[in-house]
């Protein structure tokens, strides 16, 4: 990709459900508090949508992109913590305001102002982004750009999910669903030492499961999950990366006593949980919000170390289109990465 000194390639969305348009814009350049990024890579993930339907109320044109692995390129005034080259991540959480109650009670992930890249400013699908200091995450050395990108959203996702659950190592934790999510989900729930059910549609995914690490595989077409799981022992967690709420309660009536669902498949639709499903046993249905850019860089710390990589296809930035097309067919085995070189 030729980009002059002063102008680089970006992929954006021109306006609310419109096709990608590949543009030549000026390079950013960072304000107070702010970094530039050079983008190496940026994992496509479904909730780009979000940014190309202007869900969330975002500007058009917009560039989406929460996944975002490359380097410092530039500091602004008053940043302190980084340095040009330092290798860093931008994921879901793109900023705070450090001032509403959230913030102050140091729960930042769930700042009543917080950005997400990509729909509060543009994001990782272009060859530079501006991203405030506090959104940045370290990317240890032995992980390469690509297999970081999605660590920073289908990573940190599961991997904050399941070490604030209330599983505990020799659990029984179930997986719901293997696509960008649950493949990640299964391998870090066997590194984590819990016992790891992988539940998805078909016979035909049971052998992947056991490779990404899973003990146990249940066909939900062909069985009962619930039962299935009962026949287990009964999960103490049963984490719900799909996006399909019937899927998710089908766990329901095989979680322990105390035990939780912990949903991070975003989906609009409602769910029916019977209260009778709840009570006898204290079972808590669990939403789970991403995690901040420390927990961004505990995710990718622990991926070094214990060998957990996503399973990625690239593209080059050129075929953004071609890249989200396929992430939105549920095609993509499993992560699509957009490179930028
Ligand atoms: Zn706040
Ligand atoms: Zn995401």
Not at 40 to 66: E, K, Q, Y
Request: net charge negative; hydrophobic share 40%; with cysteine.
């Amino acid at each position: 990709m030729v980009s002059d000194m002063t102008t680089m390639k970006m992929a954006r969305v021109p306006e609310a459900n419109g096709q990608f348009e590949l543009v030549d814009v000026e390079v950013p350049e960072p304000g107070p508090s702010q970094v530039r990024v050079k983008v190496h890579a940026c994992g496509v993930c479904h909730s780009d949508s979000l940014t190309v339907m202007g869900a969330m109320g975002n500007d058009f044109p917009r560039a989406p992109g929460h996944e975002v692995a490359g380097e410092v390129d530039a500091v602004g005034d008053g940043v302190t913590a980084w340095s040009t080259g330092d290798r860093v991540g931008v994921g879901w959480f793109g900023g705070c305001d450090f001032t509403c109650e959230a913030c102050r009670r140091g729960d930042f992930i769930s700042c009543a102002n917080g950005q997400i890249p990509g729909i509060a400013y543009d994001g990782g699908y272009a060859e530079y982004m501006i991203a405030p200091a506090e959104a940045l995450a370290r990317i240890p050395d032995d992980l390469s750009d690509v297999d970081a990108a999605p660590l920073l959203c289908a990573g940190i996702t599961t991997f904050n999910a399941l070490r604030g659950s209330v599983a505990r190592p020799g659990d029984l934790v179930a997986i719901i669903g293997i696509g960008g999510l649950g493949h990640l989900g299964i391998q870090y729930a066997a590194k984590m030492g819990f016992e790891v059910v992988a539940v998805a549609r078909g016979g035909e995914k049971g052998p992947l499961a056991k490779e990404l690490g899973a003990h146990h595989y249940i066909d939900s077409t062909a069985s009962d999950v619930a039962e299935e799981l009962n026949k287990l022992g009964g999960a103490q967690v049963a984490l719900a990366t799909v996006t399909v709420p019937d899927a998710m309660t089908a766990a329901l009536g095989g979680i322990k006593p105390r035990g939780q669902l912990v949903v991070v498949g975003a989906s609009p639709d409602p769910m029916q949980v019977p209260p009778f499903a709840l009570i006898p046993g204290s079972t808590a249905v669990q939403g789970h919000a991403s995690g901040t850019s420390q927990d961004s860089e505990d995710t990718l710390r622990f991926s070094a170390l214990t060998g957990v990589r996503p399973t990625i296809e690239t593209l080059p930035l050129a075929e953004a289109q071609a890249a989200y097309d396929k992430m939105m067919s549920g095609d993509a085995r499993f992560r699509m990465v957009l490179t930028m070189r």
